[in-house]
């Protein structure tokens, strides 16, 4: 079983910078992914950002440039991380860490934390 506990969300400015963290507890076989997932009032999920355990990266072309996602696995626990620059008022939402395992050309992602909000004001 994997436990996701995201921090770090807060309220900005345009403009600003936020780091989101997500502590990953648990085992991960091979293969597996990671990704930041966010969810603002009233629309859909939107996947913002993927990793890949290789290291590659994938993002959504709305924050293309201007977010960096990340990990660390150096340590006993995975550590998943989106370091926000440029933020814009269409950047508010609530962000979702979701970990889970690549195949058939996809991640499917099985787990997800309870999130964190971040606000972004003009």
């Known amino acids: 079983q994997v436990q996701l506990v995201e921090s770090g969300g807060d309220s900005v400015q345009a403009g600003g910078s936020l780091r989101l963290s997500c502590a990953a507890f648990?085992?991960?076989?091979?293969?597996?992914?990671m990704g930041w997932f966010r969810q603002a009032p009233g629309k859909g999920r939107e996947a913002v950002a993927h990793?890949?355990?290789?290291?590659?990266?994938?993002?959504a072309d709305s924050v293309k440039g201007r977010f960096t996602i990340s990990k660390d696995n150096a340590r006993n626990t995975l550590y998943l991380y989106l370091q926000m620059n440029s933020l814009k008022p269409e950047d508010t939402a609530m962000y979702y860490c979701?970990?889970?395992?690549?195949?058939?050309?996809?991640?499917?992602?099985?787990?997800w934390g309870q999130g964190t909000q971040v606000t972004v004001s003009s």
């Open positions: 990793i890949f355990q290789n290291g590659s990266t994938s993002y």
């Open positions: 648990g085992y991960f076989y091979n293969n597996y992914c």
């Open positions: 979701a970990a889970g395992y690549y195949g058939l050309g996809k991640c499917g992602y099985d787990y």
